[in-house]
């Protein structure tokens, strides 16, 4: 999206809504039953420091407490306190990257 910087914000917002398919105040909720990856503080290391770490899979439920995501058989409940970041995967990407997002489902990584 690019915009200028004397764009209005409703302007701004219809072509968030245009590129999008919905409005950017909609999100995560609009995001519900697609693929999405969390980055999430989560500790590390044998000290077990705290830092961000990446889980990803289908967007399930979206609740005041945080997130519900889902991949085969497992399901994760990710307090909103602990969710830094999620991305919603780009559906024209989906197919070639399936493979490896079946592979690390849900599965915490550095």
Same mark, same amino acid.
């Given at each position: 999206m690019e915009g200028s910087a004397g764009q209005s914000a409703e302007q701004r =917002? /219809?072509?968030? =809504? /245009?590129q999008h398919g919905h409005p950017a105040g909609d999100i995560p909720e609009a995001w519900i039953g697609r693929p999405v @990856? #969390?980055? +999430? +503080?989560?500790?590390r290391g044998q000290e077990r420091?705290?830092?961000a770490q990446r889980a990803s899979g289908l967007l399930e439920a979206v609740t005041d407490g945080g997130f519900v995501v889902s991949a085969g058989d497992r399901v994760v409940f990710y307090p909103r @306190?602990? +969710? #830094? /970041?999620?991305?919603?995967?780009?559906?024209? /990407?989906?197919?070639?990257?399936e493979g490896r997002r079946q592979a690390r489902a849900l599965r915490l990584r550095r």
């Open positions: =917002r /219809q072509e968030f =809504r /245009q @990856e #969390l980055c +999430v +503080v989560g500790g420091l705290l830092g @306190e602990a +969710v #830094l /970041q999620i991305e919603l995967y780009d559906e024209d /990407q989906e197919g070639e990257e």
